[in-house]
């Protein structure tokens, strides 16, 4: 099973701040990761899929990068509406596994 | 508009069975695998298993197989995830999300809780 440690596990910023998250693999997933944000109550939402595409009517601010164990979730200038908690997920085989998360908090 | 809704809220005993559903509507049901993900209270996502409505063809995460079935009816676009004995530690939110071919989920339901408490 491949492991996907997220970090930080919380990140206290402010609106306007670039957010940057972390996702690292235990082995090579290649591009094969995804990004999805969750807010309270909410179901989570597809952001980012094969590690840099945006998802349909995402905004132009979420961008994703990285390839075989290290990705990164950019948000370029936050938005009161993206504290939320953003998990990442590899689909490089049909074990499929996700992060345990990255909280986005107001300072 | 690509939908999946889900059954609602549900209270159970431990040992009892339940069967919780997921229906697809807005895109053909029988091209795209459906995911079950489970979320238990104040914690992360967890993978639990996918089948494919044409074929019934089912992968289970390790941890969750033998533990739960996850099936389809292709004729009503709805598939649906089963416990045959109710634990407390079921207690969670689960999801159904529509599943792109490297197994991204791009869609979800809107979550059933499934509380297990005697």
């Known amino acids: 099973e491949i492991v996907l440690t997220q970090s930080p596990a919380t990140l206290s910023l402010s609106p306007g701040e670039r957010a940057t998250l972390s996702c690292r693999a235990s082995q090579s997933v290649g591009s094969y990761l995804a990004w999805y944000q969750q807010k309270p109550g909410q179901a989570p939402r597809l952001l980012i899929y094969d590690a840099s595409n945006r998802a349909t009517g995402i905004p132009a601010r979420f961008s994703g990068s990285g390839s075989g164990t290290d990705f990164t979730l950019t948000i370029s200038s936050l938005e009161p509406e993206d504290f939320a908690v953003y998990y990442c997920?590899?689909?490089?085989?049909?074990?499929?596994?996700f992060g345990g998360g990255t909280k986005v908090e107001i300072k | 508009e690509v939908q999946l809704v889900q059954s609602g809220a549900e209270v159970k005993k431990p040992g009892e069975s339940l069967k919780i559903s997921c229906k697809g509507s807005g895109y053909s049901f029988t091209t795209y695998w459906i995911g079950w993900v489970r979320q238990m209270p104040g914690k992360g996502l967890e993978w639990m298993g996918i089948i494919y409505p044409s074929d019934s063809d089912t992968r289970y995460s390790p941890s969750f197989q033998g533990q739960v079935t996850i099936s389809a009816d292709k004729s009503i676009s709805t598939a649906y995830l089963q416990w045959s004995s109710l634990k407390a530690s079921d207690t969670a939110i689960y999801y159904c999300?529509?599943?792109?071919?490297?197994?991204?989920?791009?869609?979800w339901g809107q979550g059933t809780l499934v509380t297990v408490s005697s």
């Open positions: 999300a529509r599943t792109l071919d490297a197994g991204t989920f791009d869609y």
């Open positions: 997920q590899q689909c490089r085989n049909w074990l499929l596994t």
